[in-house]
């Protein structure tokens, strides 16, 4: 969902973006409409406009697409809308926790490089709490059980390991970055090129 002024607020369900294409403010205009970009350029379309776009949409590229169905129609899940009345920014910073933490790091351990299933990862304290190191962006990252359990309580150059890259705190939720992977969602990735905050997952 993007503000006014087409930045970046914070990422919202498929149903409250539909709430708000169909809300009207006190004098009946529209509050949200879709964001399109179209041959690089950005397109809007209110509600009405945006129900006549998807029976196009769903006779010509309906494998691009995400569907709601409803009583009467099929409406394309629309990837980007806009709050007309609405032109601040948010103030959160990213969430320091285990899956953003995981996400930054590419699903990786830090040590060996290897790939892993969320769930076959840990998070792995650079320097050791034992050797009074904090739980920050900077002093946590993602690790395998092996390597976790061979650096043991040690910082990784008594253990005799080396980390892939410096931990530092990301500038935008890395769960989004991940999410720019999918085609689907790559239109998100000219307004996030300025986030310095969290993404709300609603």
Wanted: charged share 30%; with cysteine; glycine share 2%.
């Amino acid at each position: 969902m993007l503000n006014a002024h087409y930045a970046a607020l914070r990422v919202v369900t498929v149903r409250r973006a539909f709430n708000l294409l169909v809300k009207r403010d006190d004098s009946q205009n529209p509050v949200a409409e879709v964001v399109s970009i179209e041959d690089g350029r950005y397109v809007s379309y209110d509600f009405q406009d945006w129900v006549e776009l998807s029976a196009l949409k769903l006779e010509i590229e309906a494998e691009d697409h995400d569907w709601v169905r409803t009583v009467r129609v099929y409406l394309a899940a629309p990837r980007i809308i806009r709050v007309l009345t609405f032109a601040k920014l948010p103030r959160e910073e990213v969430k320091f926790n285990r899956r953003s933490v995981l996400a930054r790091d590419d699903f990786r351990c830090q040590y060996c490089g290897k790939r892993f299933q969320t769930a076959e990862l840990t998070l792995d304290h650079v320097i050791p709490r034992s050797q009074s190191g904090p739980t920050t962006w900077e002093n946590v990252v993602a690790a395998c059980p092996r390597c976790n359990v061979r650096k043991g309580g040690r910082t990784p150059t008594q253990a005799g390991l080396r980390l892939m890259r410096e931990p530092v705190k990301p500038h935008r939720n890395p769960t989004v970055t991940v999410r720019l992977s999918d085609r689907r969602y790559a239109l998100w990735r000219p307004f996030l090129d300025r986030v310095t905050w969290d993404v709300e997952h609603s």
